[in-house]
């Protein structure tokens, strides 16, 4: 099966913008990780993507993937004309987000009798059939996935699609080769390599550092967490703005340098097999891959109680849910956590469990083939 990808922007060669934030979007990631999945398990993927830079390649292999770039301002007519000649094969259609130029392979796709599907990663992508010629065609697809139940009804309500159109299907994660609990010996060689103390409760916020993941409501809780209890570590991972990194590493200063920014990185499953505990204080999400990871290492999480996270803590029984910015709620939770340690093995198990059966990529690979075909 050939199956071609639509996706606003791939690969598009930077990797912060000048605020610091990462480029790469969650929607990216979700495209990327199909594309290679679908690719490993015998399908053909390519991607077709807008051309940005100057920089950039028309076309070319990335990470295993065919990524065509379409040209402004007649990305509309390149996509007409890729689909009858160098893509004329491709067996059905994947659109990731609601990139404008993709309602020409959607209206190229009924042409040629091929099956569509929109997957939605965002709240930030509903669209109203009355808003416009474009919206209007976005909701003639043959399929939709959302990827939390939050969008699902979303795309039922506010988009107004059939719901025996949606399907509800996570993203998916690597939970045998990446991201997976260690024993206590590899967390101590972990914390060792990385320089973390190996006798401190150490808890994790790993996500874009960004205003919307909650970072305020991040560090107002540590500071109630390190009046009461000093023998704990707060390590922040991941991109961000600039300013908001300053920030937290100038609390870490007044706080007896008990918070470390570690930045971005490429081998986060590591930190999380080193932690103890996932804080995950956001106010918005999809359905946040983060979370899925470190479910799936094992780590007792406190998060809020949104759209999204609310698909993966309660029914993983993997730990608890506060109001979003209820930073004594959040304060509370860490502290209780890090003095129990039955109750975060009990969370952690049952996490670890779940991701297993239900959120793992190659068992999702099985549904996801088939509403790609139009075979559900």
Known sequence: MKIGIFIKNYAVGKKFDKSGVPNKSGAEFHAENHAKLLNKYGDETYVMTKKTYFFTKN???????????????????????????????TNCFYIVGVPKFAVWAILMARWLNKPTTLVLTSNSEFFAQEDGWRQNILTKCDNYIAISQEIAKGLEEKNHIPREKIHVLPQGIDTSKRFYPVTENEKINLRQKYDLPIDKIIVLFCARVVLNKGTDTMQKAWRIVMKQNKNMQLLVVGGGLETLLDEIKNTGLELNNSIKVVGEVDNTEEYYQLADIYLFPSRFEGLPTTLMEAIACGLPCIASNI???????????????????????????????????????????????????????TILLLPLKKILRNEI
Not at 339 to 352: D, E, H, P
């Open 59 to 89: 076309r070319e292999i990335v990470n295993g993937v065919d990524v065509c770039r379409l040209h402004a301002p007649f990305r509309w007519l390149e996509i007409c004309f890729r689909l009858l000649t160098t893509h004329k094969n």
């Open 307 to 361: 759209g999204g996270v609310e698909d993966l803590v309660p029914p993983a029984k993997a730990g608890v849910l506060i109001a979003p910015e209820d930073y004594e709620g959040f304060a509370d939770a860490i502290l209780n956590l890090a003095n129990n340690n039955l109750l975060r093995k009990q969370y952690g198990f049952a996490g670890r469990k779940y991701a297993k059966e239900h959120l793992d990529s």
